[in-house]
């Protein structure tokens, strides 16, 4: 497949001049990319990831200079961790160490709203995971938020913060929710995110399940004695 042209394409580029950080980086990438077509196809991603991973500390340590392979470098942990989780395993540090490495690429340049989404993400996967061991998982959660909310302000018209801060808003609430808390405000603030996510990109309605969100919202009205 492309992914495998590229492989051997760029393995052997690297080959030749392994001291060329441009080719580890591209070499990741399509490694990262071929290990997200494993786990959409339900197979063990986990070494296609650990490969990825491998080849784009190589291009940080050739080239610590790009924000742009810093991020593509979290990104491959995130991926992974996810993987983990929706395994039923504990990933451990790997959405922090993420985190860290997002934390570098902002250094380089912190008006790329890519960035700030990404970090934001990897914090709400870390407050997944504090949450399924039962651990305090605010501190993530309101980071999450706010970097979500920066990469919304530098690019309004980016679907995926707005969609990912609404699910970390949903969340809030329906947690508030279950514990007797009035949770009105969240539930309103999680609508809008996700309406605007909807309106910028409409193929993700199913994703979201909106109409779930919007039922729920409908019962929180009613306790609260709303029209």
């Known amino acids: 497949d492309l992914f495998r042209a590229a492989d051997v394409d760029l393995s052997g580029a ?3 001049d392994p001291t060329d950080a441009a080719c580890w980086e591209r070499r990741g990438g399509a490694r990262m990319h071929a290990a997200q077509l494993k786990s959409m196809r339900g197979e063990d991603a986990a070494p296609a990831y650990a490969n990825a991973q491998a080849d784009l500390r190589k291009a940080v340590e050739l080239d610590p200079s790009r924000w ?12 992974a961790g996810v993987g983990g989780l929706r395994r ?13 490495d997002l934390d570098r690429a902002l250094a380089l340049d912190r008006k790329q709203a890519e960035v700030w989404k990404d970090r934001g993400q990897a914090w709400a996967y870390e407050a997944a995971r504090l949450a399924a061991s039962g651990r305090d998982d605010s501190a993530a959660r309101r980071a999450a938020v706010e970097d979500l909310a920066q990469a919304i302000g530098l690019r309004p018209d980016g679907a995926d913060a707005w969609e990912a801060r609404g699910l970390m808003r949903y969340e809030e609430a329906f947690t508030r929710m279950q514990k007797g808390q009035d949770a009105g405000e969240a539930f309103a ?3 809008t995110d996700l309406g605007r996510a909807l309106e910028l990109r409409p193929d993700a309605a199913g994703r979201l399940r909106r109409a779930g969100l919007h039922s729920t919202w409908g ?3 009613s306790q609260r004695g709303e029209d």
């Open 14 to 16: 690297i080959e030749r």
């Open 68 to 79: 742009e392979t810093w991020d593509l470098l979290a990104v491959a942990q995130v991926n």
């Open 219 to 221: 019962q929180v009205r």
């Open 189 to 191: 603030g999680a609508a």
């Open 88 to 100: 039923g395993q504990d990933p451990g540090e790997v959405f922090l160490g993420a985190v860290k």
